[in-house]
C-alpha cells in the first residue's frame, strides 16, 4: 500500500509519522505543516548529479520561535524523527534546501526573521536565522548607519546565520565570517537552550563584544555541524570606511598565476592588501559576459583556442585578480604605491582601477562584493553551461605560488576526462589560499549527470591523497569528506553526536557526523 506521504523518514512507520505530524500541527498550525509534493517543491530539487528522489524531505516545518522549536525536537525525540535545520536554503552548489537523506523533515526558520539589535557604536548585529543580508542591508540604510556588510555571492538572497554556520566568506576585510561572529543561541536536541561565550551570565551586556566566555569556547562545534539549532547569531560589522578603492590586475598567462601569489602573499599578511583577494580564471568570468554555446558546441571540454577569443572578445586576463583598498584617503594613497609597485616589477600586469574599469559588468559585481553591496550576477555561471547541475570543488592549501599550477594541472586534467570545463578562481586569505571550481553540467542529460558525479568523485580523491583538505561540500559527498580527515576526528564528532543528541534526530548526515 502506497503511504500518503511522498517520503518517510527512515525507520519511522507512516503510524507513528502521522501522529509526529499531528503533534506538529498542534503546535505550529495547519499551514506551517507541509507535506504535500507541491509544497515541498521548494525543498526537493538539488543541483548534484544524483537522482533528487534520495534527497526529497517527507515534510517541511515553519517554525517562529524557540519554544516552538523545543516542541519539536521533544515530538521528534518521542517518534526518532529526523529534522533537517535550513535557515534561508540558499546553498546552492553546497546542497540547497533538500535534506541529506531521504524522508528527512527540514525544520525551515525562514520566519524567524527579527533582526533583534544593531549597535551603531561597538558596530555589530544580533539576528534569528531567517534574516537575509537584503533585509540587514535595508535596514542599515533605513537607519542611515555608516555600517557594512560582508557577504557571500548570493548575498541578497543568503543570510548571515546559514552562511556563517556552514563557514562561508565573503570579500570585504571583515569576510572570514566566523572570524566575526560573537555569541549564539542553540537548542539542544534536549530542549534546553544555550547561550554561548558571556551569553550564559544572567543580565550580560556583553554578549556580543567578547567571543569568548569562560571555559571551552562552544561557538565552533555548531559549525558545520548537527549539534544543535541556532536561534539567535551576533556577529561583527565593519565601521564604513571614509574612503574604498576597487582595483583588477590582469595578466595573459596561465603560468603567471605563480607570480600572482607571491606578490599577493607579504601585501596580505602585512595587511597592506586587508580583504581575501579573488584570482579568477577567464572561463569563472566569461558567463558575465557570454555564454559556452557562443563559442563552441559539442561534447568535451572547452578547447584552450576558444578561451582566448573570449578574452579577446570580452577583454578578459586568463587571470583577473580583484582586490580593495580601505580607510583614509590618505592611508589608501600610501598602500597604492605599495600595491602598483609590488604588481609592476615584471612588467606582465595589466592594472585597472575603478575608472578605467567602471563599464566592465564582471569588475562591477566584484567591486559591489568587496564594498558590502548586494548583487546576483555571480549566478551567471550557470547560465554558462545551462541544465541546473552545478557542485563547488573547494580545497584549500598554503598561499604559495607553486601550488597554483599544481592544483590547476590536476583539476584540468580531472575535468577534461570527463568532458567538462575549468571554470575556478584561487581566493588568497591572510595564509592560506582556497581554489574554488565550479562543476557546471547539464543535469537533464543522463550521461553529463554521470561524468559529473565521478569527475567530482575522483577530484575529491586525487586531491585529498596530496593533502588538500576540502573545506565545504555539497550533501551528496558529506561522507566521502568526512573520510578523507580520518577516523580519530570522525571518533570525535560521533562521541559528541551521542553526547548532545543521543536519539540521532539533529540533521543525520550533515558533514558526516550521525
Not at 576558444?306 to 585578480?321: E, F, P, Q, S, T
Request: aromatic share 10%; proline share 5%.
Amino acid at each position: 500500500m502506497a503511504s500518503k506521504y511522498i517520503a518517510l523518514p527512515k525507520g519511522v512507520s507512516e503510524k507513528n509519522f502521522d501522529a509526529a505530524i499531528n503533534d506538529f500541527r498542534k503546535i505550529l498550525g495547519e499551514a506551517s505543516v507541509l507535506t504535500s509534493a507541491e509544497q515541498l517543491a521548494a525543498y526537493s530539487k538539488t543541483m548534484m548529479p544524483v537522482p533528487d528522489a534520495e534527497h526529497i524531505p517527507s515534510a517541511a516545518l515553519l517554525a517562529t520561535t524557540v519554544e516552538q522549536i523545543q516542541k519539536i525536537v521533544a515530538i521528534c525525540n518521542q517518534y526518532k524523527v529526523p529534522i533537517w535545520t535550513i535557515s534561508t536554503g540558499k546553498n546552492l552548489g553546497y546542497g540547497a534546501a533538500a535534506p541529506a537523506e531521504r524522508g528527512q523533515v527540514v525544520l525551515d526558520l525562514k520566519r524567524m526573521n527579527r533582526i533583534i539589535e544593531v549597535d551603531k557604536d561597538l558596530a555589530y548585529a544580533l539576528v534569528e536565522p531567517g534574516v537575509t543580508y537584503q533585509q540587514l542591508y535595508d535596514h542599515i540604510k533605513a537607519h542611515k548607519l555608516d555600517l557594512w556588510l560582508s557577504m557571500p555571492a548570493p548575498s541578497a538572497i543568503a543570510g548571515p546565520v546559514g552562511n556563517t554556520l556552514d563557514r562561508g566568506v565573503g570579500y570585504t576585510p571583515y569576510g572570514e565570517h566566523f572570524m566575526f561572529a560573537c555569541g549564539m543561541e542553540v537548542v539542544l536536541a534536549n530542549g534546553e537552550v544555550l547561550r554561548t561565550g558571556m551569553g550564559s551570565m544572567p543580565n550580560s551586556n556583553t554578549w556580543q563584544v567578547f567571543k569568548w566566555g569562560y571555559g571551552p569556547y562552544l561557538d565552533g562545534i555548531f559549525t558545520q555541524s548537527n549539534y544543535g539549532i541556532v536561534t539567535k547569531f551576533g556577529f561583527w560589522l565593519m565601521p564604513k570606511p571614509p574612503a574604498f578603492k576597487p582595483f583588477v590586475i590582469q595578466y595573459q598567462r596561465e603560468e603567471d598565476i605563480v607570480e600572482i601569489v607571491e606578490t599577493i602573499r607579504p601585501l596580505r599578511i602585512s595587511g597592506v592588501i586587508p580583504n581575501a583577494v579573488v584570482i579568477a580564471h577567464a572561463l569563472y568570468e566569461a558567463p558575465v559576459k557570454a555564454k559556452r554555446s557562443d563559442y563552441v558546441s559539442g561534447a568535451g571540454s572547452i578547447p584552450d583556442e576558444a578561451v582566448y577569443r573570449i578574452m579577446k572578445d570580452h577583454k578578459l586576463g586568463i587571470w583577473n585578480v580583484y582586490a580593495g583598498l580601505y580607510g583614509t584617503q590618505e592611508q589608501i594613497d600610501v598602500n597604492w604605491k605599495i600595491v602598483a609597485q609590488a604588481f609592476g616589477q615584471s612588467g606582465k600586469a595589466k592594472i585597472l582601477t575603478e575608472q578605467e574599469a567602471a563599464d566592465d559588468p564582471a569588475f562591477a559585481y566584484r567591486a559591489k562584493l568587496m564594498s558590502g553591496e548586494m548583487t546576483l550576477t555571480e549566478f551567471s555561471l550557470y547560465n554558462w553551461r545551462g541544465g541546473g547541475g552545478s557542485m563547488w570543488f573547494a580545497p584549500v592549501s598554503q598561499a604559495r605560488g607553486s601550488e597554483t599550477l599544481k592544483q590547476m594541472a590536476l583539476t584540468k586534467q580531472i575535468l577534461a576526462k570527463y568532458g567538462l570545463d575549468y571554470s575556478g578562481e584561487f581566493i588568497v586569505g591572510m595564509r592560506d589560499m582556497h581554489h574554488i571550481v565550479d562543476v557546471l553540467y547539464d543535469k537533464t542529460d543522463p550521461e553529463q549527470t554521470k561524468a559529473a558525479y565521478q569527475c567530482f568523485d575522483e577530484l575529491l580523491r586525487e586531491f585529498s591523497a596530496q593533502g588538500y583538505g576540502i573545506y565545504r561540500v555539497n550533501t551528496a559527498f558529506m561522507d566521502k569528506v568526512a573520510e578523507t580527515y580520518g577516523p580519530v576526528q570522525r571518533s570525535v564528532h560521533k562521541t559528541l553526536k551521542k553526547a548532545l543528541d543521543p536519539n540521532g534526530i539533529l540533521a543525520p548526515g550533515k558533514s558526516g557526523i550521525r
